[in-house]
């Protein structure tokens, strides 16, 4: 079975399907601090929102941010949902995603949802923009997922979360920039 990098949470074995950076050894990390990111996808759709501030602004990505004291991962990823795009959503756990960034305090340990419906108005937050694209080719209406505007390791996962195949995977990032030193994705497989 795979060689799991460390900070990796899974409850079944994985199998890889990406990795890089073979000869750099994963940074060693003393604190970890837990974030949510959810995603809706829809009829060959995926909501995603444009980051306006904070952590990866510029970027886009799904809905997400901190787990908050007394909160299950699941419990945050809805009050994240509502707080940024103004929906909410039969959100399910789909993965798992573990970040190092020289300099932060913490490294970012994720957990990811999904959900096929929403209910409520989507709207623009202090925090998102929020816009639909296609997740296949671009169509008439719909750009297609703008990888080249998101995280540099969201290429590698996103796939999964496209294919309803569960995943987990890590990524140690340089200091200030969207550049990756090594990375390892894979997939569960079942036991
Ligand atoms: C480093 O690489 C990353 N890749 C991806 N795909 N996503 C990342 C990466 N680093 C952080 N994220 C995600 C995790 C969260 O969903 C957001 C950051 O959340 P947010 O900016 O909202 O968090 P806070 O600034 O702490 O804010 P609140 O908890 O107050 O909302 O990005």
């Not at 932060?104 to 202090?126: H, M, P, Q």
């Not at 390791?153 to 030193?181: C, Q």
Request: a negative charge; charged letters at 25%.
């Amino acid at each position: 079975m795979a060689d799991v990098p460390p900070g990796v949470v899974h409850s079944e074995p994985l199998v890889e399907t990406a990795s890089g950076g073979a000869d750099v050894k994963w940074t060693a990390y003393e604190k970890t601090k837990q974030y949510t990111n959810a995603f809706i996808l829809q009829d060959g759709k995926i909501l995603l929102g444009y980051k306006k501030r904070g952590i990866g602004e510029g970027l886009w990505n799904g809905f997400g941010g901190k787990v908050e004291p007394g909160e299950t991962p699941a419990q945050a990823a809805v009050r994240e949902l509502k707080e940024e795009a103004g929906i909410e959503a039969p959100l399910r756990e789909c993965g798992t995603l573990f970040f190092h960034v020289p300099g932060l305090e913490n490294a970012f340990d994720i957990r990811l949802f999904v959900a096929n419906e929403y209910s409520g108005e989507i709207i623009e937050t202090d925090e998102m923009r929020p816009r639909w694209f296609s997740t296949g080719d671009a169509t008439a209406d719909l750009e297609p997922i703008p990888y080249a505007k998101m995280w540099a390791d969201d290429v590698y996962w996103i796939p999964h979360l496209l294919a309803g195949e569960k995943f987990a995977g890590r990524a140690d990032f340089t200091a200030d920039s969207n550049t990756m030193t090594k990375y390892w994705f894979g997939k569960e497989v079942e036991a």
